[in-house]
């Protein structure tokens, strides 16, 4: 089992990087965030989860632990597969913290490949995770901030009907500046900024 890579990055689509390490290219998916924040050509230190049926073998990597476990509890639950699980984990896991507390619905299905059903069954699930294995919301339940702004569920929604993903949604709605007080307000700055 691969469980750690250390090598050169090259960014490929959206979720999608390849680590060279010493000549050897692993194709890795990994969360938007990661996406995001690794930098092209630079070395860097992804953890890994590898996903091998009789059909594939895939790596999916993350900056952190607490990443890593939230996707392998996700790919075992029912009606998740990999993709599926790696959309969650795109999502801050403060607000499917914030979700599990609301038993609010409408986050969880915004995300690509959850339907209604799919995302009352993770609402209970995410809850009994919680529990489970604390650490992997430590870092959120221990925070104590204002996430209005951050999460405005009328804001998220519009943006993800609009055809934007739920974690493209929250990374957007969460650098707004903080003088945007109404949810259309939200939606037009965060448009001007996509």
């Not at 299905?109 to 609402?123: F, H, P, Q, R, W």
């Amino acid at each position: 089992m691969i469980s750690l890579l250390r090598g050169i990055i090259t960014k490929g689509q959206p979720n999608e990087i390849t680590i060279d390490v010493q000549g050897v290219g692993y194709a890795v998916h990994v969360p938007i965030d990661v996406w995001d924040s690794t930098i092209e050509g630079e070395e860097s230190e992804i953890l890994i989860s590898s996903y091998i049926r009789e059909d594939r073998f895939d790596l999916f990597g993350f900056k952190d632990r607490a990443s890593k476990m939230l996707f392998e509890e996700a790919i075992n639950l029912p009606g998740i597969g990999p993709k599926t699980a790696l959309e969650i984990c795109s999502v801050p896991r403060n607000m499917l913290l914030i979700a599990v507390e609301q038993q609010d619905m409408k986050l969880l299905n915004s995300i690509k490949g959850i339907g209604k059903k799919t995302a009352e069954k993770l609402l209970v699930d995410l809850k009994s995770l919680t529990e489970k294995q604390p650490e992997i919301f430590a870092k959120e339940m221990t925070e104590k901030s204002d996430r209005t702004a951050e999460y405005d569920q009328d804001a998220i929604e519009a943006l993800t009907t609009l055809g934007y993903p739920a974690a493209t949604a929250l990374k957007v709605l969460k650098e707004i500046p903080s003088e945007c007080k109404t949810s259309e307000e939200r939606v037009a700055a965060a448009l001007r900024s996509l």
